[in-house]
């Protein structure tokens, strides 16, 4: 358990703070804040035309940027053999991997929803619009968080893996992005209840597959 | 120090469609070393890693008792991070208490790991090696990009490891010079 703490905390500062060469929590945000801000230039400021369709635009800007940090969720960690030493020393990858996709979702997750408020303001949605939005990224991204570790590991060592991760990526992810987007339609409620379903389906699955991945590719 | 051992029973190595080797087996007991010899690309690497349990064997089985460390070409080492915090990450998972060998790193723990040199490294490696505590020592080459001095004293920590009744595997293409050394010539299991 002390093992698992310890990695943990090294997940977080990397994944929150970066690295040479594995960047930080901020280019997501600054990506999903961008989106908000260039929507509005791009379809016009009409304002009751951005209030219908920016929280939709809000989920894309979501999904595009969990897909953003993926090449350097596992395979930084795995060329430079830190996976073969955990395993030599009997840490089981699912442990590793389900506390990297809590780092993962901390540090993507939660600063997305921090930004919400700000993108919510850009397009014109209003406090009931934005409370919705809330609670859908809450329930949301940890799924993504899951899909996004489990598709690192899937691609880590592959060539061209980053491009392949994104393509994995994003047909995963349609679920989240329809049930979250969906929520917001008027009598939409209920597909926030389909949102954690499918959420919780990915955070189940996640662990194991990247889990397995991980093992698979040393062969 | 409990005793340790190591074991492989035949074991045969496949990559790929090409089988590397067959037949290799070895006992090895507390205090004794084992030097894996052989030109490039015959499978001592493949065969470090299966005797870790990174690698399934085609055939045969390994038998351990005591706890393994492996040091091979990817040190596990954060690039970006000093030498110092990115030792002191290994040692609060393995919390083995201070190593005995230092391989004259002192002079460089707040230096990045990325500005090391090839033989610095190196020694890097097996100090994280040294310091985990492990009874049985895996060494993929460990005397690459090490001068001679600390070629020589990599060997003297080898042999202090073995005087506490450690188990050390060498896979190494250069000769070495440690006492009762067994050699394992994997020319003589190609199938």
Not at chain 1, 53 to 75: K, N
Not at chain 2, 35 to 57: D, E, F, V, Y
Request: glycine share 12%.
């Amino acid at each position: 358990m002390r093992a698992l703490w310890t990695i943990f905390r090294r997940d977080l500062t990397l994944l929150l703070f970066g690295a040479p060469g594995r960047g930080g929590a901020l280019l997501p945000l600054l990506f999903f804040l961008a989106v908000a801000m260039l929507y509005p230039f791009a379809v016009g400021p009409d304002a009751k035309l951005l209030a219908r369709t920016g929280a939709g635009v809000i989920w894309v800007a979501a999904l595009l940027a969990a897909i953003l940090p993926l090449d350097r969720l596992v395979e930084p960690d795995l060329e430079a053999g830190f996976f073969d030493q955990w395993a030599l020393r009997g840490i089981a990858e699912e442990g590793v991997l389900s506390l990297r996709i809590l780092a993962h979702w901390l540090s993507f997750g939660v600063p997305l929803m921090l930004a919400a408020p700000l993108s919510a303001g850009l397009l014109n949605l209003d406090g009931a619009q934005l409370w919705t939005v809330e609670v859908g990224l809450l329930l949301g991204t940890p799924g993504l968080a899951a899909i996004g570790v489990t598709i690192a590991a899937l691609t880590a060592g592959l060539r061209a893996g980053a491009a392949l991760g994104g393509l994995l990526a994003i047909p995963l992810a349609v679920p989240l992005l329809i049930f979250g987007a969906g929520s917001l339609q008027p009598g939409g409620e209920s597909g926030l209840l389909l949102l954690a379903a499918s959420s919780l389906a990915a955070l189940a699955i996640a662990p194991f597959a990247a889990g397995g991945a991980i093992r698979a590719g040393r062969e | 120090m409990q005793p340790c051992c190591l074991a492989a029973y035949d074991l045969a190595c496949r990559r790929g469609d090409r089988l590397l080797f067959k037949g290799v087996g070895f006992e090895l007991a507390g205090g004794e070393a084992l030097h894996l010899a052989g030109p490039n690309g015959i499978g001592k690497s493949s065969l470090m890693r299966i005797l870790a349990g990174l690698l399934r064997p085609y055939a045969g089985h390994v038998e351990h008792d005591g706890t393994l460390a492996l040091a091979d070409e990817r040190p596990a080492l954060d690039p970006h991070r000093p030498l110092g915090e990115a030792l002191a990450f290994w040692r609060a998972i393995d919390r083995a208490g201070e190593a005995r060998a230092d391989f004259g790193l002192e002079d460089l723990l707040d230096v990045p790991v990325r500005f090391l040199s090839t033989g610095q490294r190196k020694r890097a490696a097996l100090a994280r090696l040294a310091a985990s505590g492990a009874r049985i020592w895996l060494l993929d080459e460990p005397l690459n990009g090490l001068d001679a001095h600390w070629g020589a004293s990599t060997q003297a920590a080898i042999e202090a490891h073995r005087a506490l009744g450690g188990i050390a595997v060498i896979a190494s293409h250069q000769p070495l010079q440690l006492q009762k050394l067994r050699t394992l010539s994997l020319l003589e299991h190609l199938p």
